[in-house]
């Protein structure tokens, strides 16, 4: 089973960028989806981007479009987020999860059903 560890965050001002990185051990991303989720004070988790490991397909909340990209490094087992233009509604403890395609996608509608997040990264974007 894949284990994955969130790094990256940190405080910013608005506008700035930050790229959080996604580091899998125990098993390849190969063949899996890799999400990238967020959750803010007082809110539901929601979904933020998503990758598809076999062909590179690449999804995105509207929220993020055009700001956000996710992309992965084979060589080192690792997907990152490059966050530009941060906005204050940015702020958020942003998770990653791997996991095969049709549940990622599932996921993506139902946060709820998957217990096995990580510890996260915060990302504070300050106004």
């Known amino acids: 089973q894949v284990q994955l560890v969130e790094s990256g965050g940190g405080l910013v001002q608005a506008g700035g960028s930050l790229r959080l990185s996604c580091v899998a051990s125990?098993?390849?991303?190969?063949?899996?989806?890799i999400g990238w989720f967020r959750q803010a004070p007082g809110k539901e988790r929601e979904g933020v981007s998503g990758l598809r490991s076999s062909d590179g397909t690449t999804f995105y909340a509207d929220s993020v479009k055009g700001r956000f990209t996710t992309s992965r490094d084979n060589g080192k087992n690792t997907v990152y987020l490059q966050m530009n233009s941060l906005k204050p509604e940015d702020t958020a403890v942003y998770y990653c999860v791997a996991l095969p395609w049709d549940r990622l996608l599932r996921l993506w509608v139902f946060p709820n059903e998957y217990e096995n997040w990580g510890q996260g990264t915060q990302v504070t974007v300050s106004s």
């Open positions: 125990g098993s390849t991303l190969d063949y899996l989806g």
